[in-house]
């Protein structure tokens, strides 16, 4: 199977945007430079002045000719002619942080959900998402489960995301929250789908649907369920804690890479 | 090889005091029931009244009839023959919590601890502990590290612990302060070792020094490091984040159970 041809940029959160700036960097070399057309998508955030603000001044000082905020806050926005227009021209998006459920009620089955992904899949096309918008990148999202309460039955919210990934779930604010139990949770209910946990100033990059490669300064925690000898998930009630007999863990810093189809790590290059 | 006579109960903290309290009551069961002599170490703590205080009040509730308080706050303390004379009849003993560098450093290569190793080795005696009193009861204890730093090189400080456990690994409030990264570097710095994650009102008993039942409320996960293929820790600088290819883990809630030896998960019979 041929992947898509466009690449996917998932950022844990809190990337640095006033000093080395090297995850945005990344962002726009790989969108094709400071020239490139650059759309940055406010919908998940309540703050969307501020927000586009912070990228407009990261974006200023990186030295991007044409980028541009566009905030769609409802589903008629997502339909708009307007938005269409520049979203077609676009080189790279980036979703900002905010709330997935926003993104998935807002964007979900809209013609502008549907003009990202025609583009993901058949143009040099960067889809670029940060927490919340990260979050959003797969068919399943977390959308709700505390740090202290993980692996305790019936405390981990999920819905379908936005779908530019198949059988991963992605987490945010990995190490920072302390977020290990709940995307070892999530991806015990499902073991086809890997976990994969995003620090903060720490992304991947998904070439071909398929090879992530790590960038940032913190690390990159994946889940991989496959190996479950036995969960007793379906056997206990919501407020029980949960039983898993092997789960597989692997963690990634800056320059490693793993294919996930595979289900292989390969490692930083010295 | 004959294991020890005696058992170990190591809690995560945050043990129920004042309702069901089935951790003090299987404690006290272990022990030989209300009738046994209990002590109640509280060299750990810098509240050694408040803590004995309200020990106190849930050995009365349990209905103990010989239990006291031990506060050896010096290395002096704890070669005094009265409280050797004591720990002598004692048939079970708990360390509370408080700093387990405290204990370490107060209590290590004493006549009072080699005592307490003496009667676990050969005796029905049982050594619980909670908080720093379960983290200090293998030979190598987590002294520091926060969650957030979690997996970066150079956070997390280790010191020789208590000693009744081998090639353990012990930390505590586990769940509940987002743990999980500090205990995969521990176990990927020697992968000989088990990393042994309690929650709070959480517990095991370990019997013959090698197989483990979960008790209480909560989780207890498992870092088994022997599997690893591959990681950094070597390579890279200190502040920097780490990589580890596979690492394994088991999450046992109560009624599971693990052999340490042999690596193996029990599920709880149903």
């Keep these: 199977m041929k992947g898509p041809k466009g690449k996917l940029l998932a950022i844990g959160g809190g990337e640095d945007k006033e000093r080395n700036m090297r995850i945005l960097h990344r962002f726009i070399e ?30 200023d000082t990186i030295g991007c000719k044409n980028y541009d905020i566009i905030h769609v806050d409802t589903r008629e926005d997502a339909n708009e002619e307007k938005f269409l227009k520049r979203l077609k021209k676009a080189n790279g998006i980036l979703f900002t942080g905010g709330s997935q459920l926003k993104l998935s009620t807002i964007l979900g089955g809209t013609e502008f959900l549907k003009l990202v992904k025609e583009k993901y899949i058949s143009e040099k096309f960067v889809v670029a998402g940060t927490s919340a918008g990260a979050a959003a990148m797969s068919d399943t999202m977390i959308v709700k489960g505390s740090s202290e309460d993980s692996l305790i039955k019936g405390s981990l919210q999920m819905a379908p995301g936005l779908g ?86 692997h963690i990634l810093s800056k320059g490693d890479a793993f294919v996930l189809d595979e289900r292989k790590f390969l490692r930083k290059e010295k």
Tied chains: 1, 2.
């Design 30 to 59: 790989e969108s094709g430079g400071t020239g490139a057309y650059i759309e940055i998508i406010t919908t998940a955030t309540n703050l969307p002045e501020e927000v586009g603000e912070d990228y407009s001044k990261a974006l």
């Design 164 to 249: 530019f990934l198949q059988e991963v779930i992605v987490d945010t604010h990995f190490t920072q929250r302390g977020r290990f139990g709940r995307l070892i949770q999530a991806a015990a209910s499902n073991p086809a789908c890997l976990g994969l946990g995003l620090a903060e100033d720490t992304g991947v990059i998904i070439s071909n649907g398929n090879t992530l490669e790590t960038i940032g300064s913190g690390l990159v925690v994946i889940v991989d369920g496959q190996n479950i000898k036995y969960t007793n998930l379906t056997d206990v009630y919501d407020g029980d804690p949960i039983s898993i007999e092997q789960v597989n863990l």
